[in-house]
């Protein structure tokens, strides 16, 4: 349960919130309506909903979130418009998430509506049958068998496996100096979940792993680059915890791994794959599942249009504005890669880490160019991308305002 | 006990070695002989022994070393000519590799023969009287007094004080969510002694502590830079454990540190001082140390020569050669920082990382200059710095070069 951050500029006080409050139920200047006349019955258009700062505040339910999934569903508790669940988080199994947002809610959520970062590894069958590490915390084997991994190795197993390899606690050396030889399938990819404990540890393997293009203990070989595949979940930098200052999140992993990975061999770690918002591999795979629950209702009208709802400039806005740019491309591939709406729409409320309140006056010295860049270092920062289509107080009035935009009136 | 490690070059197979190993006894085309023509009795040169790869090799000690010993000592055990051991190492007190030191050789070593890469931390007298916060392991309090500091606050203290910082390991989240404020005193400087665990929790208190102008639990300000001083022993990337590849050091932490501090605030951390060789702080501090052995054994003939021995191209040989070329530049500055040798030589051993025949042919198309610096960010690597004055097969044969090339013969 966390929220990524906006850059520090924001925490700092010192910044200029993105523009244009929207008076609640009116719709912002990018708004397109979907040109019907006469008032819709059946959805043409789909919800993408952050959780936490949106759902949730830490674990304090958002009054709004009860009264918005009340408009959402019929009488038998049925959606009434596809509606996924697009988090970050990636630390438990989606049904675990699906069991807290029904909870939560008030209203029924399948797993197949629950969206985390790592669930776009889903797609990557390619990997399923092979050797792969995996990084993180929480019930790693679980998450990585029920997204199809048949051979998930964790980094403990690792560790126990070559125990000579994790050399930095000296309580935790090992007293046998020539244990020995353990046979290990070669390890064929690394998947980064999200953060682990104890850094020294994850870092030292997965840099033995990928140069020794997969059989750590082994010396390192000058010919593995390109290194073996590695694929990232959730990029986030920091997240907003009960501290008073941001704790670091994955991202700070990431960043201690490829700085460590260049000073040793001089090169760059390249991904083969970052999942999570802002990535337009998030989106794609949530449309492929607001797609999947429209063809499960039969509904026959097309989805043209995803609306995404979010309290986080830097993840939640971006995101949905970097897929709407991908989207409005619309070159043959997009529909290979199953994408298929017309547009993604950008919804900022105001129940998170958005405050269209800054507590200080902005510095007109300071822009958003101009501040530091917390996103990913392979994400270059587009400040066009950091703008909402909309901006409404809390989530219920984003469900109002899409309605409306939308002449939806269910039965 | 570790040694630091040659560049990745070397680890790989595929480079060249340093130039020119010379024959047992001989020396160097760099060796200046003292002009004594008569046989000196009284020494007018001091040495500076690295520890592992010289005197032992992990645990197991060298032969050649207490062959060497017996020649430097008289029939009472006192030293003829002025000692100091010079290891980056940093996780205990002297007394005890003093202890250890005593051992191995068969003669007795005092603890002020013994510098560790704290030891320099004695000469930053202006903070000793400050709350300084320390990160490493081992007996980290035991270490700070011993070397000075009054108040010294660990990472697991401040853990403790402020429980809301160090969110990463889900497991040790704290159950209150908003614990009582107990009072700390403003920290003031944060040392670096050496790779700590979970460095998760170290880095992120650290970049509190930065962040926050010494006063983590608050927010972040955006006046916090220049930040409070940074201090750092032992920068070594990495050193040779029992793995065939290997293991991260404290340079590799301190690597994360430098790039989440610039990742998050788009500005470069900067040491008030990095200690260990290297560092000139370190073979400044040793010259202190053997300058203070000549003044109490009263040997009047001032020291005019360091002679550096060890195995470590790009620790040992750098920085005794960068040590030297400060000497030779001969500033009023160096009296007044307690530098009064004329010069400092190195000499390679072979006992160690340094090998004379690379496993395989070198590759005419790799260059030292082309190839991957491992050592620290704020040093640049030159060339011209990992050229030996003088290469041997051991200790012994080292003692035996020096003893010629001074023309010295004890009584």
Redesign the interface.
């Known amino acids: 349960m966390r929220r990524a951050l906006p850059p520090?500029r924001a925490?700092?006080?010192?910044a200029r919130p993105p523009r244009l409050p929207v008076p609640r139920g009116t719709c912002g200047p990018l708004a397109e309506r979907s040109g019907h006349s006469a008032l819709s019955v059946l959805p043409s258009f789909g919800f993408l909903f952050d959780i936490d700062g949106v759902l949730v505040r830490g674990k304090t339910p958002i009054p709004a979130a009860r009264t918005a999934f009340q408009k959402l569903v019929n009488s038998q508790g049925q959606f009434l418009v596809p509606v996924v669940f697009v988090t970050n988080a990636g630390?438990c199994l989606r049904q675990k998430k699906a069991d807290q947002l029904s909870h939560l809610l008030g209203v029924p959520i399948s797993q197949d509506q629950v969206m985390m970062s790592h669930s776009p590894l889903r797609m990557f069958k390619r990997y399923h049958e092979k050797c792969v590490l995996v990084s993180g915390?929480?019930p790693l084997l679980d998450i990585a068998q029920d997204l199809g991994f048949c051979q998930p190795i964790t980094i403990d197993t690792l560790r126990e496996k070559r125990p000579?390899?994790d050399?930095?606690?000296?309580?935790?050396r090992p007293n046998v100096?020539?244990p020995s030889a353990v046979e290990l399938p070669k390890i064929e990819a690394v998947v980064l979940f999200g953060?682990p404990?104890?850094?020294?540890t994850s870092?030292?393997l997965i840099i033995?792993v990928l140069?020794?293009s997969g059989y750590p203990?082994?010396?390192?070989?000058?010919e593995s680059y390109p290194h073996i595949p590695v694929l990232a979940c959730n990029m986030d930098?920091?997240w907003v915890?009960?501290?008073?200052?941001?704790?670091?999140g994955h991202g700070?992993?990431m960043?201690?791994l490829?700085?460590?990975y260049k000073?040793?061999?001089?090169k760059d770690l390249k991904y083969e794959a970052l999942m999570g918002k802002p990535s337009r591999l998030t989106y794609q795979y949530a449309e492929h599942l607001i797609r999947a629950q429209a063809l499960q209702r039969s509904w026959e009208q097309p989805i043209q249009t995803l609306y995404a709802v979010g309290d986080n400039v830097m993840t939640d806005v971006y995101g949905a504005n970097l897929y709407n740019r991908y989207l409005q491309e619309g070159s043959q591939s997009h529909l290979q890669a199953g994408a298929a709406a017309a547009r993604c729409r950008s919804v900022l409320v105001c129940t998170g880490v958005y405050s269209p309140q800054p507590e200080v006056p902005p510095d007109t010295g300071d822009s958003i160019t101009g501040?530091?860049f917390?996103g990913h270092r392979d994400f270059r920062f587009d400040p066009a991308l950091v703008e909402p289509d909309h901006v409404v107080p809390d989530v219920d009035a984003a469900v109002d305002l899409v309605f409306q935009l939308e002449n939806f009136a269910p039965r």
């Not at 925490?11 to 010192?14: D, E, H, R, S």
């Open positions: 520090l925490l700092l006080g010192a630390n915390q929480g000579l390899l050399a930095v606690d000296h309580d935790r100096l020539s953060e404990v104890r850094w020294e870092l030292q033995d140069l020794t203990g082994n010396p390192y070989e000058q930098l920091m915890a009960e501290a008073q200052s941001p704790r670091f700070t992993f960043v201690c490829e700085n460590i000073k040793i061999t001089g501040t530091v917390h």
